[in-house]
């Protein structure tokens, strides 16, 4: 057969494979794991489990998106255990599995099978049974908030007040009720909560009534069912580090047991109609986005690609919540004395607070989701910023008396600045600028949020989307307003380099979103440059023109092209960027895989392959925990989401990226050797299908072949 026959098979096999229904690998473990911190996850809706075997029991913890407290610590709804007589799981036989394409666990040995899931149209987890014989099973309900527990300086991390905590501060207990078959939990907030003591900390108490405030008098609720498990009362105990009290249900002698949790609403879907509806949904899930390498792949490269689907899956458990999915844990953090010896909190701590959100690093969460085509997933990010304009435009009327939206870098979910890291004001202060080292006149994270908004709409139109045209034009009118010269002075390079005049990173935004801005009525005729400097005799985009001190070690001068966009491949000057990623000082000293660095993703946008490859092998290598997309802590807390989603973000750039025409550019900085198929997305919401193999590339947008 002549060699260009051979070839032209060769593509269009490799093209119909493009076409083939993807199905993820299921991850298995064939032991039990020793504590909390070698659990599984697996979650659905809004809802996120931990999921291991310890000691011959099954035992779990769930967590629900928005279960904040008056203190705005985002609480678990408790622990519960499994135990089965004659303890079937410390066999041989042992194997707990995640079916990645069921959103399900099943857990198997000694002839007995349980099955875990949430279902993904309402909050609502299923848990099975099923044995060879009858045997007695005891569930138990573990709670740590079976009394006020002290909020103590130690732990104040988990809340909003940090290190201005009040000396009566509590986590409240919650009201637990059981009775033969069922149990009912729940948490009512008080009426007076941290959005109150915040509200009078910034001077904002003559509007506080216009103020949109979640969680005063929110009841947090959840209610099991079991058929056939009778109540035998109450025990107490002590799990890693902390105190508990456990409701107890005995079934005798069953071969099947149904266990039904639903959180925060009643539901009477049927455990079988759940079970397919679910895996039903996975399984397009998995359709919509995939990315495949080889069995016979280099090791770093199959890793790579395994720990993000991981992450994309620990994302896709909380599609349908309210709330998005936190930097700092998500939905699956476990006992803290597992991440750090010292701190011996309750399973509802975590470092950097619950209703809190530091915007630098959750903005990589939600990056990756454009490309893979999660734009379902992207819209609790985009909703929660919607929620809060009311009082982000308040705040900038109340301080400064003119329009637009103020939103600060650690911002509470209602939508004011944290209130310790907001600062101890006097006086004479301007009391709109927080009073931190790291924070003030850092305002322009909010404009990635309004840039994903602007991105994630199709080339057709769709009217729902356009529900977040206010938040953009708000939070570009605040900078229109504030700066009416639209020179940025005082500004901030991310929380690096302080009261700089026109950092980078936000005239990048400013130039990047100059159509919205052009719509506002802004005269962009005045925005400045770019700003440049000169290394070694090479032309490089500094940090800003000029600045007092450096405080952290962020790279803004790297933010003109990514997130922003304005240098790259298929665009001018990639030169001056390249420079500033090979040259630049401070860039090369604060070059880093750890938690929420993007250096990963700068190499990738740049193609410099060698490097991309690198840095994104090492960002989303194994964490230290059994679940390998579990990271450690980094900046933050474990597991680290913001180091997965940069990790995705530099996967999927080394794979796909488009020019200014919006053009796909192929695999501009991907290992030649290594075998690949994708399915991504680009702007207009266009499916890009892609392969290389051996060096050649194929690909499709939106299902038409492309040359």
């Known amino acids: 057969m002549p060699k260009r026959i051979v070839c032209l098979l060769c593509m269009l096999s490799a093209f119909a494979a493009l076409r083939a229904d993807y199905v993820p690998r299921d991850y298995v473990w ?22 291991w075997v310890e000691q011959g029991d099954l035992l779990f913890y769930i967590a629900q998106s928005g279960w904040f407290d008056e203190n705005n610590t985002l609480l678990k709804a408790g622990r519960w255990r499994l ?3 004659g303890q079937p799981f410390m066999g041989k036989d042992f194997e707990q599995r995640l079916c990645l394409d069921e959103g399900c666990i099943y857990i198997k040995g000694g002839g007995t099978e349980v099955r875990l899931w949430a279902d993904v149209q309402e909050p609502v987890v299923f848990v099975t049974t099923q044995s060879g014989r009858q045997r007695t099973a005891t569930l138990s309900y573990e709670s740590w908030r079976y009394r006020d527990r002290p909020v103590t300086k130690a732990e104040c991390q988990q809340c909003s007040y940090k290190w201005v905590i009040p000396k009566d501060c509590h986590t409240f207990a919650d009201s637990i009720r059981a009775e033969d078959g069922r149990l009912t939990f729940s948490h009512r907030n008080r009426q007076q909560t941290v ?14 009534d216009q103020l949109y405030n979640p969680i005063g008098g929110l009841l947090l609720h959840g209610e099991m069912t079991m058929p056939g498990f009778r109540y035998q ?9 902390t105190d508990y009290r456990s409701w107890n249900f005995t079934c005798k002698r069953q071969r099947n047991c149904i266990i039904r949790i639903s959180m925060n609403r009643p539901s009477q879907v049927g455990h079988n109609e759940s079970r397919q509806r679910s895996a039903r949904w996975w399984h397009d899930y998995w359709q919509r986005s995939w990315i495949q390498v ?3 792949a280099a090791a770093e490269c199959r890793t790579m690609v395994r720990n993000y689907e991981l992450m994309r899956y620990m994302l896709g458990c909380n599609a349908r919540g309210q709330w998005p999915t936190k930097f700092n844990g998500g939905l699956f953090t476990f006992d803290p004395v597992y991440v750090d010896s010292a701190a011996t909190f309750t399973p509802d701590y975590r470092k950097w607070g619950g209703g809190t959100m530091t915007a630098q690093n959750q903005r990589l969460v939600y990056w990756p989701l454009l490309k893979s085509g999660d734009y379902d997933l992207l819209r609790s990010q985009l909703d929660t910023y919607l929620r809060m304009l009311p009082n982000a435009v308040a705040w900038s009327w109340q301080h400064w008396n003119h329009g637009g939206a103020c939103f600060s870098e650690q911002i509470e979910n209602f939508g004011l600045p944290n209130p310790a890291e907001y600062g101890k004001h006097k006086d004479g202060d301007d009391w709109g600028v927080e009073k931190n080292k790291w924070l003030e006149y850092e ?10 908004a602007l991105l994630m709409r199709p080339l057709q139109p769709d009217s729902t989307l356009y529900k977040y045209q206010p938040l953009i034009d708000e939070t ?11 020179v940025i002075y005082p500004g901030s390079g991310c929380e690096t380099y302080k009261m700089a005049r026109n950092p980078a990173s936000t005239v990048a935004a400013l130039y990047a979103m100059k159509n919205s801005l052009d719509a506002i009525g802004a005269d962009t005729g005045m925005l400045p440059d770019i700003p440049l400097c000169v290394v070694d005799g090479d032309t490089c985009i500094a940090p800003a023109e000029s600045w007092e001190r450096i405080q952290n070690t962020e790279t803004p001068q790297l933010y003109p092209v990514f997130p922003w966009r304005l ?9 001056i960027a390249r420079n500033t990623y090979l040259k630049d000082p401070h860039a090369l000293q604060m070059r880093s895989t750890k938690g929420w660095k993007q250096d990963n993703i700068w190499a990738a946008c740049l193609g410099l392959t060698d490097e991309a490859r690198r840095l994104n092998t090492a960002k989303l290598a194994s964490g230290p925990y059994r679940f390998p997309a579990f990271w450690d802590p980094g900046f933050d807390w474990a597991p680290d989401h913001n180091r997965g989603g940069a990790g995705m973000i530099g996967l999927q750039e080394m794979l796909l990226q488009e020019d200014l025409d919006h053009n796909p550019i192929l695999f501009p900085a991907w290992p030649r050797e290594w075998n690949c198929r994708f399915r991504l997305y680009i702007s207009g919401r266009r499916c890009v299908e892609g392969a290389i193999r051996d060096g050649k590339t194929t690909y499709a947008v939106d299902g038409i072949q492309k040359k």
């Open 30 to 51: 064939t032991s039990p794991s020793r504590n909390a911190s070698e659990s599984m996850p697996c979650g659905g809706h809004d809802i996120g489990m931990n999921v």
């Open 83 to 85: 135990h089965i007589d």
């Open 195 to 208: 959005f109150d003591f915040t509200v009078e900390r910034q001077r904002m108490s003559s509007v506080k």
């Open 233 to 241: 009362g109450t025990t107490d105990g002590i799990y890693a580090s």
């Open 294 to 296: 080889d069995d016979d």
């Open 443 to 452: 305002w322009d994270t909010a404009l990635e949020f309004c840039q994903m």
């Open 476 to 486: 570009l009118r605040f900078f229109a307003c504030h700066y009416p010269s639209l």
């Open 567 to 575: 240098y790259g491949m298929g665009r001018p000057h990639i030169d």
